[in-house]
C-alpha cells in the first residue's frame, strides 16, 4: 500500500515538473506562460506574496498585474499575457467585444456542473387546480423581491433579476418615463403588491420619489421606508417574507432556499406549503429536483488560443487537494488562481466564450435583452481616441450589468468642441475641468454630476502663490502687484476676480483696469505670455516674472517634488484672511459631467442614474474583491483618460450643501448662478451669445456634413 503511495506521489510531481518545462508556449521570458491577476481593493496583496514564489522556484509562471479584469482580457486578446482568472459577465463583454479567447477550467467550490441554479418557490395557496400560464398563477400575487444586487457573489445581478421579471411582466415602454420608471410600473402593475427593499436607483431623493410613485412595490415590506434594513431584504429577507406568510412567490438559489429551510427548522412545513414553481407553469414539490429558471457558470480560467493547451495542463495539476497546503509554487499558483480551496475542472475541449455560455440555461439569454423601441442610448463626447476606447469598453461592462439607457461614444479634438457638441443637441454629456465652468454656462449648459474627492488638498483649489521675500502678508497687498493666471476665462480667473470686487467693494472694471499693475492670463486680449495651463504660470512666478500665481495647491505639491529651481522653496502660499485653514480663494470639484440645461427631468434622471451606477459598480467603492473595469486610475497605462484618477465617486450638486463641503468656504460651483456671465469687463474680447451662438451652429454642421 505504501510503495502504491509512493509510485502514485511520484508520477504525480513527475507530471507536474513536466506541466512546467513543456509549457513553452507563452509569451514570457523563455515561454513561460504570463498569468494576469487583478489585486483585491483591501490591504492584503498576491502578487508580492505568491508572485515571487513563482520567479524562485522556476514555475514556467509570471506574473502581470492589470488593472481591472477586461484590462487582463485585452492583454490576452492582443497575446501580450496568456491567461487569468475571469467571471462568466467577463466573458459576456468578451464575446460581445469580439475576443477571441478559449476557456480552459472552470473553479468549481462544489462537485457540479452550475455555480448557482435559480428557482422560484411560492406559496400553494396560489396554485390552481391544474397548470397553467405562469401570467394567470402570479398575477396580482405579492411578491417577495430578492432585490437588485451589483455584487457578483450575490445570487442575483441587476441584470439576471431583470429577466426573471421579464419572463413574467410585458415590458413597459412609455417614453415620458425613465427606464429605471418604466421597469418599476410594469412591476407595480402586474402584481398586487411587493416588497422591493433597498435602492431602486442610486441617488436618495429620486429614490424617495419612485417609492413614493409606486407604494405598493414598498407595501409588503416590514418598514415602510422599504430600505436596505427592512426585514424582508435581500435573498435571506425575501426568505422570510415567503414563510412568514407575508408574499406568495420569491426567486433565490436552490442550495440558499434549501439551507434556508434546514436552519430554520422548518423543512417538513416548507414541504407541505410551499413549492417550486417551473417557466411552463407546472410546479414540484421541494422533495423533487427543482425546475431551474436560470443557471449562473462558475468562475473560468480563460486563455489565448495558442497557450489553451499549456493552460488547461497547467490548471489541472493542481486538482489535487495537497494544494491547498502546498508552500510551493503550485500553492502559491494556486492562491493567484483564487483556486486554493475549489477544483480546477478542466473542459475537453476547451471552448470559445459562446460556446461555454451557452451551457448555461438562460445565462446568455438574460444578457441579450430586446429594450424598447426605439431604443434609448446616452451619448458621451469624448477628446482622443483613448477616450473614446475607454468610453466603448465602460459601456460594454456598463451593459453587462444592465445599467439603461446603454453608453455611447462621441469623438472630438477638445473638450471646448465636445461642449459645443452638447449644446447643439449631438451628444448628451461631455466630461471636463472646472475651467470650463463659465465657458459651459454661457452654452446653457450645466453640472449634472460632479467627481468628487473628500480630500481638500486634491481638489481644484485656487490659491495665491507669492515669493516670500516680497513680504506681502494678506491678500490687499496684491494691490498693484503682477499677476499670473493658468489662463483667462477659466476657474482662477473667475474666482480671483469675484474675491477682490467683494473684499475690495470694487467694481469689475475699476478690477480689470487698476487693481493689478500687469495680468497674464493666456487668452486675454489675443496675448500670451506662455502656454495656458498651471506649471506654466507657477514658472512664472518662480522665474519672478510675476508676483503672484493663482494655481492649485495639487499642481504647486506636484511641481514642488520636480522642479529644480532654488526659487521654489522660497514660493509660499498667501491665505485668505477668513480662510487660513483650508488657504484657498476658491475651490471646485474635480470635473464635471455637462448636459444641456433644457433637458427634461427624465432624461436628467437617466444621465445622473446610468453614470452613478457605473460609478457604483466600476468606481473605487465596487462591493467586489477585484473590477471588472476601472472608470478611474490607469487605462492602458495612461492617467486621467474621462476622468479624474483622484476622483472618490460621482454626486450631484446636493452633495455640496453637506459634510464635509459646506465646511470648506468660497466653492464655485455653488457661486456659479450669482456670476454675471455677459460682464463685458470680464472677457477683454468679448465672446456675444450671437457669436456663441454662430460657432455652436457651425460645429453642428460640420458634424452634419463630415
Known sequence: MVFKMCVRVFFSVLFCLHCVLAQGTGSGKDGNLRLCIVEGRGSYKRAPTHCPILDQENAGVECVVGTDRLDCLRRISKGTVDFGVFSPEDLVAAQWANIDVLV?????????????????????????????????????????????????????????????????????????????????????EFYGKA????????????????????????????????????????????????????????????????????????????????????????????????????????????????AAEAVSRLAESLTNRTVTVDHGWRGALAALLECNQALPHTLQPAKTALDYLARADGFREAYSQNGCDPPRHITLCTTSTLARNKCEWLSEAAAVYGIAPALQCALRNSAAECLATVAAGHADVAVASSDFLVPAARMSLTPVLHEITQIAEKTNTIVAYVNSDAKLTKMADLRGKRAAFPRYDGVAWHSVKRYVTEKENITCGNYI?????????????????????????????????????????????????????????????????????????????????????????????????????????????PPFHNAMFSMYGAYNHEMEVIFHSNTKTLATSAILKHHPFDKIPYNFELTLEKLNLNETCSFGVKVTPSIVVLMITLVAFLINRY
Open 104 to 188: 480552459t477550467n472552470e473553479v468549481r467550490f462544489k462537485n457540479r456542473p452550475f455555480n448557482r441554479r435559480i428557482v422560484a418557490v411560492v406559496n400553494k395557496r396560489i396554485l390552481p387546480d391544474s397548470s397553467t400560464s405562469l401570467h394567470a398563477i402570479l398575477k396580482n400575487t405579492t411578491l417577495c423581491h430578492p432585490g437588485d444586487s451589483m455584487d457578483e457573489l450575490k445570487p442575483l445581478s441587476e441584470t439576471l433579476s431583470g429577466y426573471l421579471e421579464t419572463l413574467v411582466l410585458e415590458r413597459s415602454c412609455d417614453p415620458t418615463l425613465s427606464d429605471t420608471e418604466n421597469k418599476l410600473k410594469a412591476l407595480s
Open 195 to 306: 416588497c422591493k427593499a433597498g435602492p431602486w436607483v442610486p441617488d436618495k431623493d429620486r429614490d424617495m420619489e419612485l417609492k413614493m410613485a409606486y407604494p405598493s412595490l414598498c407595501a409588503a415590506c416590514g418598514y415602510r421606508s422599504c430600505s436596505a434594513g427592512d426585514p424582508y431584504w435581500g435573498s435571506v429577507g425575501s426568505l422570510t417574507c415567503l414563510t412568514e406568510g407575508t408574499g406568495d412567490v420569491t426567486w433565490g438559489d436552490a442550495d440558499d432556499i434549501s439551507s434556508y429551510f434546514k436552519l430554520k427548522g422548518i423543512a417538513n412545513v416548507a414541504t407541505q406549503n410551499f413549492a417550486y414553481l417551473c417557466r411552463d407553469g407546472t410546479w414540484r414539490d421541494l422533495t423533487q429536483e427543482p425546475c431551474v429558471w436560470l443557471q449562473r457558470p462558475w468562475n473560468i480560467i480563460v486563455a489565448k488560443r495558442k
Open 513 to 621: 483696469n487698476s487693481y493689478f499693475k500687469e495680468i497674464c492670463a493666456p487668452g486675454m486680449d489675443g496675448k500670451k505670455c506662455y502656454e495656458a495651463g498651471e506649471e506654466e504660470a507657477l514658472k512664472w512666478l518662480v522665474d519672478g516674472k510675476t508676483d503672484v500665481a493663482f494655481v492649485s495647491m495639487n499642481t504647486f505639491n506636484s511641481f514642488k517634488t520636480q522642479s529644480q529651481s532654488p526659487n521654489i522653496n522660497k514660493t509660499v502660499p498667501l491665505c485668505p484672511e477668513d480662510n487660513k485653514k483650508y488657504c484657498s480663494i476658491s475651490w471646485s470639484n474635480l470635473g464635471h459631467i455637462f448636459a444641456a440645461n433644457n433637458i427634461t427631468e427624465v432624461r436628467k434622471h437617466e444621465i445622473i442614474n446610468v453614470f452613478r451606477k457605473m460609478d457604483q459598480i466600476f468606481g473605487k467603492h
